[in-house]
């Protein structure tokens, strides 16, 4: 568990080592989680009800609950995982590039980096009873690029990178927190048809 003056952010898998604990084990998670309401983007949402525990627990990724200080309201949370990026030559900068090739492999036939990376896979507010009102998404991605930064000091790495659906508000939010559009994706989720994400990127 990690705090600051306003928020702690809470690695679910404190819960999971508690076992079937009803005050702080895996019951206690999934009454927290089952709180949580995200009406603007649904997949957020499903993911940390219906899949947050089992990736957690094989290591697909890492989920992190964010909660008020004052009364340890469950305010957002976010999901960091490992995950091997590609990226094509021609849509980064060449100060990108030269970074980039420290801890890349160069492809000579698709002219693309192949490296390991940190991926923000979900981040959202928790709308139930207004609790998104006290937190920034700003804030919430700070949270996370803090833990980011603490794997890096463990482990290397120095690329992050998250997709967003293409809407002028959510990318000039990413893009004013630092982050830069590389490419794009097309995915399809369990809530929505085939649709383009939008892949941004951000050095440490």
Known sequence: MKTSDKFMFVNIREYLAQGDNEKVGEPKLLRIISGFSCPKNPDVEYFLKNNSIEFTKKNQSVTYLVLSMDNGELLGYFTIALKPLTVRDET???????????????????????????????????????ANMHITGS????????????MQYMGGGMVVFLEADNKKNLLSFYQNNKFRQFDTR???????????????????
């Open 92 to 130: 980064v900068s060449n100060t990108v590039k030269r970074k980039i090739k420290r801890i890349s492999e160069f492809d000579e036939q698709t002219k693309s980096y192949t490296m390991s990376s940190y991926l923000i896979a979900q981040i959202g507010k928790n709308y139930t009873s207004k």
């Open 139 to 150: 804030e919430l991605l700070e949270l996370a690029w803090s833990v980011i930064e603490e």
């Open 186 to 204: 097309l995915t399809a989720s369990s809530l929505k048809n085939p649709h383009e994400l939008i892949q941004l990127l951000r050095l440490l």
